[in-house]
């Protein structure tokens, strides 16, 4: 039952930080809180010397043009070149073209699009309640390690600080994991009641419902009354009831009254930490996660006297069930039969446009020594492109004698908007194929 669930905020794979206790209790022993969750158990737990599956594009050089400062507002940095802020030769960037080209796509912020909808209606609910809430959408996407993970507790061995998992542009930049990221600059800054949306990073899989940048909102609440207060007990009993009142109810204004559940999570920057679930269309569905901020965070921000609450939710998880969209990709589209569906402050169900249909290859080698899969799914992405709708292990052995494993992948192929010709998925299959043997050393079979 419960004891495997994950926070989700993302549409289907598991939060990176959130853990929900009982998950967490086993989990604690080998390394550290986190533990082999299922969303890492498929990813190696051996140390990562390089990674990179570069692409043919050109490289620049690794000197940023810009200070990482994500008090930078993105309107300050219009006309922004991403690839050359982004791409670079520096030992630790692993951030591919692909990536580059989604950022500063702002999706959030297109108006009448599913993430836009969906935004604006949390924004409402808070504001309209308490007019003190600030919405913040616009900040830099690039934070240092500092800001990402070290300023949450995150500890220095945890999972999701690793290349394979986080695109770095240099020793301490990166592109953002999570809008938890801006909470302890906002506080710093002054804010105190403030909602923070935008896209994040994560290196992932390929499939309808993974896809390595999505959108997040975070929301952090000081409760003015609770300062000062020397009784933990109680403050962190006012701030818990402050935090689900404000959380039931945004539900309720973005779902209509759903039945809700709350869960018992483990995150590193909030104690007590929660999920919350609603019963929506016929299934118990993650919605958030939250908690009371960690008073050593709050200690961090000169801000010893305050205490808070701070939740974070994915918005793309949310708008896929709220207006049916059955795959992630679509979301980045510009496909006018998808984005005219939609109108500004309405939720409206999803009319799917014809099916194409797909076409799959499958790629077979053995594995180097240090084989690492999410390697492969992005140089997979880098080379077909949005085109590619699932990679999927097939087929696993491994030959003791010569002690090596063989992998056999399935790769599907299908557009959005026409039905792709057999040779020009030979053609990219190709490319996968010689790619994969050069720049991640397998031996193909
Ligand atoms: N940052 C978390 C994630 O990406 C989500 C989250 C959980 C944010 C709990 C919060 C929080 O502020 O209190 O998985």
Redesign the pocket.
């Known amino acids: 039952g419960q004891a495997t669930k994950m926070?989700r905020?993302r549409p289907t794979a598991y939060?990176?930080?959130?853990i929900s206790l009982a998950a967490a209790a086993h989990a604690f022993k080998p390394i550290g809180f986190m533990g082999p969750s299922t969303r890492f158990l498929h990813t190696s737990m051996r140390n990562v010397k390089s990674l990179c599956p570069k692409t043919a594009a050109p490289l620049r050089s690794f000197k940023s043009s810009r200070p990482s400062l994500s008090r930078v507002e993105m309107s300050s940095t219009v006309g922004i070149d991403w690839a050359k802020e982004l791409l670079s030769e520096h030992p630790e960037n692993n951030v591919t073209p692909y990536i580059a080209n989604l950022v500063g796509r702002n999706l959030h912020l297109k108006k009448a699009h599913p993430l836009n909808i969906i935004k604006k209606k949390i924004e409402d609910y808070f504001t309209s309640r308490d007019a003190e809430f600030e919405c913040k959408d616009s900040l830099y996407p690039v934070v240092t390690k500092q800001q990402c993970f070290d300023d949450l507790l995150i500890p220095k061995d945890h999972v999701s600080r690793r290349p394979s998992d986080t695109y770095y542009l240099d020793q301490d930049r990166l592109l953002r994991?999570?809008?938890?990221a801006h909470?302890t600059e906002l506080l710093r800054g002054g804010s105190r009641k403030f909602l923070c949306t935008g896209d994040?990073y994560r290196r992932d899989e390929i499939d309808a419902s993974h896809y390595p940048a999505f959108h997040?909102m975070?929301?952090?609440k000081i409760l003015k009354e609770c300062t000062g207060m020397e009784d933990r007990e109680q403050w962190v009993k006012m701030c818990s009831e402050d935090l689900k009142d404000h959380l039931e109810g945004m539900v309720d204004a973005i779902f209509g009254p759903v039945e809700k559940r709350w869960v018992d999570?483990y995150?590193p920057?909030?104690e007590p930490?929660y999920e919350l679930e609603i019963f929506y269309q016929d299934k118990w569905l993650e919605v958030?996660?939250?908690?009371v901020?960690q008073q050593q965070i709050l200690d961090g921000c000169e801000m010893k006297d305050a205490h808070g609450?701070?939740?974070?939710?994915?918005l793309e998880r949310l708008a896929m069930v709220l207006f049916d969209i059955p795959d992630i990709r679509l979301f980045w589209t510009e496909d006018e039969r998808f984005l005219k569906q939609f109108k500004d402050g309405v939720i409206t169900k999803f009319q799917p446009f014809s099916k194409y249909p797909p076409c799959y290859k499958d790629v077979s080698f053995w594995l180097p020594g240090d084989w690492q899969e999410n390697n492969f799914f992005e140089l997979v992405r880098n080379i077909a492109g949005d085109i590619v709708e699932s990679v999927e292990l097939v087929d696993k052995f491994d030959n003791p004698k010569k002690g090596k494993t063989s992998h056999c992948y399935r790769i599907n192929y299908r557009a959005m908007d026409r039905s792709l010709t057999n040779e020009e998925v030979d053609k990219i299959q190709e490319q996968v194929r010689e790619l994969v043997a050069k720049k991640l050393n397998v031996e193909l079979r």
């Not at 994991?177 to 938890?180: P, W």
């Not at 609450?309 to 994915?314: E, N, P, S, T, V």
């Open positions: 926070i905020t939060a990176i930080f959130g994991t999570h809008t938890s909470q994040v997040q975070e929301g952090v999570a995150f920057f909030t930490s958030l996660g939250c908690g901020i609450w701070a939740f974070g939710l994915g």
